[in-house]
């Protein structure tokens, strides 16, 4: 599974994640068997906890698919936990310098590039490889994420993307938005927004690092996937799940 996420985003085609904010892993897991390329558990703002994350994350294999995990704000030591869990990818939310992402990456990264401590009980029987092989490649197979959602991330975005052990940044739409408002707007798809995006975009390319968002709307997803994202989150569950209940009530008057 690890060997086949790092492939796929090798190539730069864009990907869809599922997003999950349930504590139950078999929530994650029917998704997972819908056609998303991988599938994202938040444990920042979603209901999602160290025992759900690492349970979800077999289940979700199980189904054939990669999990990424989002973690809570500045709990840079929990990566290293769902790494060994198998987790193909890490996501630290409110990455605002080169500080924060080096504290991030020091977890999510083997010496010499950080200071990840040895145990990925699960992680070697999801990647297959034997422990030296693992050693050797998972700075490579597995990605730290930084997420890009304030003003102060924006200023210090090339210091962030310069961080040897950063594979990648996530724009965080909504955070974002509220952030160049001055707190007073939450419009994730504002033209403020779409600039900070294109901006960030053009730093990482030529970073030669790859940005990742959070959607929301499918319709969204499918846009950003066409300006060069690399994986987009569609969702949330909580959204699929509302949004069908509504559909269903409407069609007997409700
Ligand atoms: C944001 O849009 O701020 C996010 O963190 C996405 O979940
Ligand atoms: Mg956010």
Redesign the pocket.
Known sequence: IHVDFASRLATGEPLFSA?VGSREPAIAALLAREAFDLVTL?M??GAVDVDAAIRGIQLVAGAGKPTVV?IPVGEFQTTSRLLDAGAAAVIA?MINSAADARAFAAFAKFPPLGERSWGPHAALALSGLAPKDYLARANGLTQAVA?I?TRAALDAVDDILAVEGIDAV?????????ALSGGRDLD?ESAAVDAAIDHVLARARAAGKAVW??A?PPERAAALARKGIVVS?IG?DTTFLRQGAQAALAVVGR
């Open positions: 997003w938040d920042q703002h989002r939310p997420m959602e996530f724009i965080g739409p909504a955070d974002m938005s509220i994730p968002v959070y929301g989150a949330s």
